[in-house]
């Protein structure tokens, strides 16, 4: 499976949000506010909704259920 953010899901920010870095992806282009993506490592992973992306490249996310995901209808297509 294709991860789309590699992020450390123990991390928060200050208002208790993941994050993770910009250069953690290899698309760029399908990390944008209200995205759903695969967040994590190939082992320990979960859905996330992305909330922002800062001009210096951190990603703030939180974290979704599969169901969440699915209906949401934006999924970013891991390939």
Same mark, same amino acid.
């Given at each position: 499976?294709?991860?789309?953010? #590699?992020? $450390? ?9 993941? @994050?993770?870095?910009?250069?953690? %992806?290899?698309?760029? =282009?399908?990390? #944008?506010? $209200? ?9 320990? @992973?979960?859905?996330?909704?992305? %909330?922002?992306?800062? =001009? ?24």
């Amino acid at each position: 499976m294709k991860i789309d953010l #590699r992020a $450390d899901l123990n991390r928060e920010d200050d208002d208790g949000l993941g @994050w993770a870095l910009l250069s953690g %992806t290899d698309r760029p =282009e399908i990390v #944008r506010p $209200d995205a759903a993506l695969r967040a994590g490592t190939e082992k320990f @992973w979960s859905w996330v909704r992305v %909330t922002s992306v800062d =001009e210096d490249g951190q990603v703030h996310f939180r974290q979704i259920t599969a169901a969440e995901a699915k209906a949401s209808g934006q999924l970013a297509e891991a390939g």
